[in-house]
Antibody, heavy 119, light 109 residues
Framework: QLVESGGGLVQPGGSLRLSCAAS????????MHWVRQAPGMRLESLSV????????HYANSVRGRFTISRDNSKNSLYLQMGSLRTEDMAVYYC??????????????WGRGTLVTVSS | DLQMTQSPSTLSASIGDTVTITCRAS??????LAWYQQKPGKAPKLLIY???TLESGVPSRFSGSGSGTEFTLTINGLQPDDFATYFC???????????FGQGTKVEIK
């Protein structure tokens, strides 16, 4: 399973670090994602990191402000968020990408953690 | 940019009904499409991938079809546990982009 934590209330311009604890599978074998859903909006894929961390991609909306990382020794995924804006307010999910050949869907999700950006 | 358009946004149905949800891509995505179910406060759950492949453990009343730009999710014989929000996701095998539909809330009529 995947369990997110670290969400909360932060002021605009502030920072927050989200964590995702993985259990029950070989964490280092899987690429992992952060996805968010703002109120009334569709899900938005934010960032992905490969199993060994050697390749990372970001959505344009967060590039330069957010940093994804992982610690395979702790079976944990992280999202360091900086220069937060009101439009970053959302539920943030971590998700596991399948290892099925030539497929890139998400086969396991967490329940999410709420980030509120407000003064 | 590739866009995914899902319809309807809300669907009212009764137990036992057959319901269909549509997802359209702005350009061909071959069969790189997944469907998920989401309930409030719970983790999204994978239902179907590769447009029509049922995820292990998912009831056979769920089915997916389509390729290219138009896809459907069908629930045959709606059950009480199926009242939830469903969303589609495109995933291109050869580039790091994942785009979601707006979601369809299936409500009790």
């Amino acid at each position: 399973q995947l369990v997110e934590s670290g969400g909360g209330l932060v002021q605009p311009g502030g920072s927050l670090r989200l964590s995702c604890a993985a259990s029950g599978f070989a964490f280092s074998r899987f690429a992992m994602h952060w996805v968010r859903q703002a109120p009334g909006m569709r899900l938005e894929s934010l960032s992905v990191i490969t199993g060994n961390g050697d390749s990372i991609h970001y959505a344009n909306s967060v590039r330069g402000r957010f940093t994804i990382s992982r610690d395979n020794s702790k079976n944990s995924l992280y999202l360091q968020m900086g220069s937060l804006r009101t439009e970053d307010m959302a539920v943030y999910y971590c998700a596991r990408e399948t290892t099925a050949a030539a497929e890139r869907f998400f086969d396991l999700w967490g329940r999410g953690t709420l980030v509120t950006v407000s003064s | 940019d590739l866009q995914m358009t899902q319809s309807p946004s809300t669907l009212s149905a009764s137990i036992g009904d057959t319901v269909t949800i549509t997802c359209r891509a702005s350009q061909s995505i071959r069969d790189w499409l997944a469907w998920y179910q989401q309930k409030p406060g719970k983790a999204p759950k994978l239902l179907i991938y590769k447009a029509s492949t049922l995820e292990s453990g998912v009831p056979s009343r769920f089915s997916g079809s389509g390729s290219g730009t138009e896809f459907t999710l069908t629930i045959n014989g709606l059950q009480p546990d199926d009242f939830a929000t469903y969303f589609c996701q495109q995933y291109t095998s050869d580039s790091p982009t994942w785009t979601f539909g707006q979601g369809t809330k299936v409500e009790i009529k």
